[in-house]
């Protein structure tokens, strides 16, 4: 049984005058939904043997904030190809995981966060796969688990989705701005 859970990235600050998107930092609102997330992830007692994200900024910062709340650096290896991977991209990714781990954590971006989970969990995956085709928000965790031995198995719609959690699910006030 390999578990792998998927986060993206928390909301950025469009207001910060940077010239690439992959140096874009995160917002106030966006540090407060990653350290609620972290604070989350180990209130439900998740670990993981293997941590892998995109170096963007805004995924490097949720990180850190991510991991206050956890209480643990989740020390990540680095990948460029997760960088606004496609969900083909994260399939290769997920299939060059150390064989050794059984709980993975990959932090990244949509679509492609979005589309990979739409892949992988069947269309009669339940009511969390229809929150997740609605919309994948900013800080959003998804977990899948996939009755296999090793990563190279994983294939599309084979996933089971354990959980998908939104930030304006621990606290309202982490929803969608009023406009």
């Keep these: 049984m390999k578990t792998l859970t998927l986060l993206r990235h928390a ?4 207001d910060d005058p940077v010239s690439r998107d992959f140096d874009r930092p995160l917002n106030p609102k966006g ?22 994200a995109s170096p963007a900024v805004r995924v490097v910062e949720t990180l850190e904030h991510v991991g206050t709340g956890y ?8 990948d460029q190809r997760i960088y ?3 969900a083909a991209t994260l399939l290769d990714v997920i299939h060059e995981l ?9 932090i990244g971006h949509n679509p492609g966060l979005e589309d990979l989970v739409l892949a992988l969990v069947p269309e009669d995956g339940g009511s969390l796969r229809e929150d997740v085709e609605i919309k994948f928000p ?7 688990q996939f ?9 599309l719609g084979l996933a089971r989705l354990k959980r998908f959690v939104r ?7 982490l929803g969608p701005d009023r406009g």
Excluded: I, Y
Excluded at 36 to 44: E, F, S
């Design 98 to 106: 150390p064989a050794g781990a059984d709980h993975v954590l990959l």
């Design 71 to 78: 209480g643990s650096d989740l020390a990540p290896a680095w």
């Design 167 to 173: 930030p304006r699910d621990l606290d309202p006030g």
């Design 84 to 86: 606004l991977a496609s």
């Design 31 to 52: 540090q407060r939904a990653a350290q609620t997330m972290g604070r989350h992830m180990r209130a439900l007692g998740l670990v993981f043997d293997h941590a892998v």
């Design 138 to 144: 900013t800080a959003s965790l998804a977990q899948m």
């Design 147 to 155: 009755d296999v031995g090793d990563w190279e198995a994983v294939a």
């Design 11 to 14: 909301k950025s600050s469009w």
